[in-house]
């Protein structure tokens, strides 16, 4: 990872630094320029208190590269001053109450700016969508709505700030040579986080989300018994799973590594499985931690084997998780569901093959499309994706 | 949360972000507006990002006689404000301007939008509604460039048709023929979120196309077998959503039954379109 040369403006002054590729916008009108009047929030685009201008264009500094801003003209909180329509609205502001801890306001009057020079005409329920994408958590809205509302109907000033194109600036470096040189230091960085070593119990995953499926075999009871009952050979059948150690007291460790898209997590941790061999049935609890976003997942499983009246063997599963940590503000159930029954399409082909006496199938385990874990142990949990 | 470690080179041409993805340790980015997120919770973690947002090549808009080809790097909001043609009257233009909030639409690209996949994205329904086309430049030099149809591009939650060294170029959007109709409803808490339920209907009589598209489904949209009977009203919303999503738990079928209502609803009284 090579440091990077930000050349840009900032509320008219000429700046130029050294820093990480991975420092956001925000971070570095903070840290390095001291703008501290430009806030951070969720850090995820969603609350708006970042919002800055970038090339006159209300944008999200916390999801914006500084690297990425080359050229570009940025205006903070603090680059208003001898502005009218920026004065008329911090005015507006100040008699309407529409301010009161003052978190969101750097967000709101770049928005509040946007939407009187963008949308001359627009009424109070235009505004309020408009400022959707800012939240307030002190003044309910309407005193800000009511400042904006004001400014438009008061003959607002001229807006300094306009739009403006940037074209690509001429490095005359290929993209190429910085790039291959970092991909082990994020890989050794991923290495040394450590997993779970507790498990968690039942009562904690009460009000969990469950999700049940069934698989269908051409195998005999017994093959896929002997398969599923076996944590080395079951681990060997789900994507990117493996067994490192079963403990003295039967704990199983290991890891699960899960890619989807451009997601990818890899759960470290430790489960408990209890086998009963006369209703040919199991049940797994274990927790898995994924280092680097420092998410948690808990699961829960419930199998039992049965034979099919016309042949074949059927694999019900019960399986409950509960995701915590940056990973579970990405979740969506119905993308968990689809992820889940994509990696299970790919472990019920890969039993099917065990059981036959082939090798499980490792091309699809490699394009497993799926973004979860599940720690030590087997099946299921499964995890979820996200959103945003 | 920050990011983990990554690094960071503006692609200079095409040819140079395309060599950049050898090796399959990189990743293109144009607005970051979706991968931002994922990068700060660390859900993704890149070798490195190539940023293409400034590609002039990404960046061409051309008008042909039946369709309209966007560069992958044309924001949201410059279909939002019209600052380039929309093939289809205005029916592109409202679906961007409400596509989360407009600090995003001043960054997030449709190519960005498309190639990112997430199942409950605006223009993946839409684009698959409206028949419009993928171009993907591959990794062979002078090979000319892939078409795909939106609903085979699309092939899951975060997953497309694009290989390892593919690049989306560009999307092409048909013209509609004179009196067809669209409608696009979805269902979101708030204003900006993501959908939970959304439908999409294109009625063309004069290009024979009829298609209803179901989106935010935790993968790629469903196409409706037959959206006339479902039009004329000889099959209901819920019946033809059971059947072509036969997987989703009862409360998602309602939601995406009320969606499809919704859309029905709407393309009764949408105005036919005239070029």
């Known amino acids: 990872m090579t440091d990077t040369t930000v050349d840009l403006v900032v509320n008219g002054t000429p700046v130029s630094e050294t820093a990480e590729p991975r420092t956001h916008l925000a971070d570095f009108l903070r840290e390095d320029l001291l703008l501290t009047g430009t806030h951070l929030g969720c850090e995820q685009g969603v609350c708006g208190a970042c919002t800055v201008f970038v090339d006159g264009r209300p944008t999200r500094s916390c999801i914006t590269l500084a690297a990425a801003c080359k050229g570009a003209e940025v205006r903070s909180v603090e680059g208003f001053d001898d502005d009218p329509l920026m004065l008329a609205l911090r005015d507006a502001f100040k008699r309407h109450h529409g301010l009161q801890c003052g978190y969101c306001t750097p967000g709101m009057l770049v928005t509040g700016y946007d939407i009187v020079r963008r949308l001359p005409n627009a009424d109070a329920d235009r505004i309020r969508k408009e ?7 002190c003044t309910g809205y309407a005193g800000i709505v009511a400042a904006i509302v004001d400014v438009l109907e008061n003959n607002p000033p001229a807006a300094k700030i306009q739009p403006q194109t940037r074209a690509l600036q001429n490095s005359g470096t290929s993209a190429v040579e910085p790039i291959e040189a970092i991909s082990q230091t994020t890989s050794s960085v991923a290495a040394k986080t450590s997993g779970a070593t507790s498990i968690p119990t039942k009562q904690s995953l009460a009000a969990a989300p469950t999700l049940s499926r069934t698989l269908a075999f051409e195998a005999s009871t017994s093959e896929i018994w002997d398969i599923i009952s076996d944590p080395e050979k079951i681990a060997s059948c789900i994507p990117g799973a493996r067994i490192d150690n079963i403990t003295d007291d039967n704990l199983l460790q290991g890891q699960c590594a899960i890619a989807m898209g451009p997601i990818k997590a890899a759960f470290t941790g430790t489960a408990k499985m209890d086998l009963n061999e006369a209703e040919k049935s199991g049940h797994v609890i274990g927790r898995g931690k994924d280092g680097l976003s420092r998410s948690q997942l808990d699961g829960m499983l419930d199998f039992r084997v049965t034979g099919l009246p016309e042949g074949g063997t059927e694999l019900a599963l019960e399986m409950i998780y509960k995701l915590t940590g940056p990973l579970s503000q990405f979740s969506r159930p119905t993308l968990v569901a689809e992820i889940a029954d994509r990696i299970l399409g790919q472990v019920a082909a890969s039993i099917e093959a065990l059981a036959k006496g082939q090798e499980p199938d490792q091309t699809t385990q490699t394009n497993i499309n799926g973004l979860s874990l599940l720690s030590a142990a087997l099946w299921g949990w499964i995890k979820r994706a996200l959103r945003f | 949360m920050k990011p983990a470690l990554f690094d960071f080179a503006v692609a200079q041409s095409l040819t140079d972000a395309q060599s950049a ?8 980015v144009s607005g970051n507006q979706s991968l931002g997120p994922m990068l700060n919770l660390r859900l993704t973690r890149p070798a490195g990002l190539i940023d293409v947002s400034l590609l002039p090549e990404l960046r061409v808009v051309e008008e042909h006689e039946d369709n309209i080809r966007f560069g992958a790097a044309i924001t949201h909001a410059e279909v939002e404000d019209g600052a380039v043609p929309d093939p289809t009257g205005h029916w592109m233009r409202d679906a961007a301007a409400n596509i989360a909030y407009r600090a995003v639409r001043n960054r997030g690209t449709i190519g960005g939008s498309l190639a990112h ?23 062979e030099t002078n090979a000319p460039l892939r078409t795909i149809p939106m609903e085979e591009f699309i092939t899951g939650p975060y997953s497309t048709a694009l290989g390892p060294e593919d690049i989306l170029t560009a999307v092409e959007v048909p013209k509609p023929g004179v009196g067809a109709r669209w409608a696009y409803w ?6 900006g979120e993501f959908a939970k339920a959304s439908a999409a209907i294109l009625v063309d009589p004069s290009k024979s196309r009829t298609r209803i598209a179901i989106g935010a489904l935790g993968r790629q949209p469903a196409l409706l077998l037959n959206p006339d009977a479902v039009l004329d009203g000889t099959q209901s919303p819920i019946e033809a959503l059971s059947e072509a999503i036969p997987d989703q738990p009862a409360t998602a079928l309602h939601l995406h039954a009320v969606a499809l209502t919704r859309a029905i609803e ?3 009284v949408a105005k036919e379109f005239s070029a």
Not at chain 2, 21 to 28: I, P
Not at chain 2, 118 to 130: F, K, Q, R, S, Y
Not at chain 2, 186 to 191: I, L
């Open chain 2, 266 to 268: 709407q393309i009764k």
């Open chain 2, 186 to 191: 979805k269902y979101t808490r708030q204003v």
């Open chain 2, 21 to 28: 993805l050898r090796g399959e340790q990189n990743k293109l």
């Open chain 2, 117 to 139: 996949a997430d199942p409950a994205a605006d223009w993946v329904i839409v684009m698959t509604g409206l028949c419009a086309t993928a171009l993907v430049r591959g990794a």
């Open chain 1, 131 to 137: 400022l959707s994408g800012n939240l307030c958590r």
